[in-house]
């Protein structure tokens, strides 16, 4: 078989597989076919069908194959990130600031502080866990941030599911998750400071404010159509300039995103386009996240520690925002809504994972028990939510026909 023949074999199998045991099993209500098409990733890998049928995995998906898979993840996952990006709304949660802070601060702190505690645990008990490249600050910190994400696009997802996206409740979660992804890409910046580049990236910082307010002034003065072409433009530059200054191409994809203002572009429009690259392209990139799951370790320890992670990530989350209730005046039961919900860990764990990998701040090890804590709190979220028959009770009333923000 040609690698042409081979290469249309495996996007087949990445295609086709997640969608028909999603639809067989009617797991929309558990497990979305975002969070299915995560887990045939990992089992596509080599920890599962590579172990079980080594000849065939790597017949499949070979060197030339998976470099060519690589290319088309590369360029999903940065349009992605930059949509998320866009799509931020940092003036909303400014506006509510006080209740908005003190709700996504607790619910930061808190499992980033458990998930630095299950980091040095780990670190005593082995030292396969850590990257090559790593000081122990970071790769603790990196941990305990991958304790404390949450993913905005799931969240959004899910409150369509719940039928409470546009309500005043899950305006308050969207402002929550907003603070929080803002914090988070900021700590990895930190993370990821080299100091033997740290000329690259002042300047690279100190450019990108002064490129960031040029590209503001001459959006506006743009019609949509070219507004779209231009904004792809600027964010190749600030993926490629990030990367070269050794803050890797996401962070650049991410900032590209987010000095620009979502109300310049259509929102129909912006919506079909995060939902067909979802479709058509994201599979990919949850397929060349499976290829970096390893076992090496044993399953046996890898499953303890995602274990131990979901434990700092789901106890973090509920005490954290319990907390923040308390000191609010919550009526009982927002507080566990709340804390399910922010739960949602799913692409952005993904992202956040592979770019301590990348970067050799965490092993493959423990990238793989990460993506298994995300998988898992990610399928906690809706059931949790469901079985406390809180949201229909506790959602205001709606905002029909309004835009995703206030």
């Given at each position: 078989?040609?690698?042409?023949?081979?290469?249309?074999?495996?996007?087949?199998?990445?295609?086709?597989?997640?969608?028909?045991?999603?639809?067989?099993?009617?797991?929309?209500?558990?497990?979305?076919?975002?969070v299915?098409q995560?887990?045939?990733?990992?089992l596509?890998g080599?920890?599962?069908?590579?172990?079980?049928?080594?000849?065939?995995?790597?017949?499949?998906?070979?060197?030339?194959?998976?470099?060519a898979?690589n290319?088309?993840?590369?360029?999903?996952?940065?349009?992605?990130?930059?949509?998320?990006?866009?799509?931020?709304?940092?003036?909303?949660?400014?506006?509510?600031?006080?209740?908005?802070?003190?709700?996504?601060?607790?619910?930061?702190?808190?499992?980033?502080?458990?998930?630095?505690?299950?980091?040095?645990v780990?670190?005593?008990?082995?030292?396969?866990?850590?990257?090559?490249r790593?000081?122990?600050w970071?790769?603790?910190?990196?941990v305990?941030?991958?304790?404390?994400?949450?993913?905005?696009?799931?969240?959004?997802l899910?409150?369509?599911?719940?039928?409470?996206?546009?309500?005043?409740?899950?305006?308050?979660?969207l402002?929550?998750?907003?603070?929080?992804?803002?914090?988070?890409?900021?700590?990895?910046?930190l993370?990821?400071?080299?100091?033997?580049?740290?000329?690259?990236?002042?300047?690279?910082?100190?450019?990108?404010?002064?490129?960031?307010?040029?590209?503001?002034?001459?959006?506006?003065?743009?019609r949509?159509?070219?507004?779209?072409?231009?904004?792809?433009?600027?964010?190749?530059?600030c993926?490629?300039?990030?990367?070269?200054?050794?803050?890797h191409?996401?962070?650049?994809?991410?900032?590209?995103?987010?000095?620009?203002?979502?109300?310049?572009?259509?929102?129909?429009?912006?919506?079909?386009?995060?939902?067909?690259?979802?479709?058509?392209?994201?599979?990919?990139?949850?397929?060349?996240?499976?290829?970096?799951?390893?076992w090496t370790?044993?399953?046996?320890?890898?499953?303890?520690?995602?274990?131990?992670?979901?434990?700092?990530?789901v106890?973090?989350?509920?005490?954290?925002?319990?907390?923040?209730?308390?000191?609010?005046?919550?009526?009982?039961?927002?507080?566990?809504?709340?804390?399910?919900?922010?739960?949602?860990k799913?692409?952005?764990?993904?992202?956040?994972?592979n770019?301590?990998?990348?970067?050799?701040?965490?092993?493959?090890?423990?990238?793989?028990?990460?993506?298994?804590?995300?998988?898992?709190?990610?399928?906690?979220?809706?059931?949790?939510?469901?079985?406390?028959?809180?949201?229909?009770?506790?959602?205001?009333?709606?905002?029909?026909?309004?835009?995703?923000?206030?």
């Open positions: 078989m040609s690698i042409t023949e081979i290469y249309l074999l495996a996007m087949m199998m990445i295609f086709a597989l997640p969608y028909l045991v999603w639809r067989l099993l009617n797991s929309d209500n558990v497990a979305p076919l975002v299915v995560i887990v045939g990733g990992v596509l080599p920890g599962v069908l590579g172990a079980a049928y080594p000849e065939y995995h790597a017949f499949v998906f070979s060197p030339q194959v998976t470099l898979l290319g088309i993840a590369w360029w999903a996952v940065m349009v992605f990130v930059w949509i998320a990006g866009v799509e931020l709304d940092l003036r909303q949660a400014w506006r509510h600031r006080g209740e908005s802070l003190v709700v996504a601060g607790m619910a930061l702190v808190t499992p980033l502080l458990l998930g630095v505690g299950v980091a040095l780990l670190l005593g008990w082995q030292s396969d866990w850590i990257g090559a790593a000081h122990t970071q790769f603790v910190t990196g305990g941030m991958g304790c404390a994400v949450t993913a905005l696009p799931i969240l959004v899910f409150l369509e599911k719940l039928g409470i996206l546009r309500t005043a409740l899950g305006q308050r979660l402002r929550y998750a907003s603070f929080d992804d803002l914090a988070i890409w900021g700590v990895l910046a993370i990821l400071l080299d100091w033997e580049r740290i000329g690259r990236q002042g300047l690279f910082l100190c450019g990108f404010g002064i490129a960031a307010w040029l590209v503001r002034r001459a959006m506006v003065r743009l949509e159509g070219d507004r779209w072409y231009a904004s792809l433009t600027w964010l190749l530059a993926a490629f300039l990030s990367d070269w200054a050794g803050l191409y996401m962070v650049g994809a991410f900032l590209a995103g987010v000095v620009l203002d979502a109300g310049w572009f259509d929102r129909t429009r912006m919506d079909a386009l995060r939902e067909q690259v979802l479709f058509a392209f994201m599979p990919v990139f949850f397929l060349s996240t499976g290829l970096k799951t390893t370790v044993g399953a046996e320890t890898v499953f303890v520690a995602a274990g131990l992670l979901m434990v700092a990530s106890a973090g989350k509920l005490l954290g925002v319990g907390l923040a209730g308390r000191m609010l005046g919550w009526p009982r039961g927002d507080a566990r809504v709340i804390g399910w919900l922010l739960q949602t799913g692409l952005i764990e993904l992202i956040f994972a770019i301590l990998l990348d970067k050799q701040i965490i092993s493959n090890q423990m990238f793989t028990a990460m993506l298994l804590m995300a998988i898992g709190s990610t399928m906690l979220a809706l059931p949790m939510v469901r079985n406390s028959h809180l949201v229909p009770a506790r959602a205001p009333a709606a905002m029909p026909g309004g835009p995703l923000r206030e």
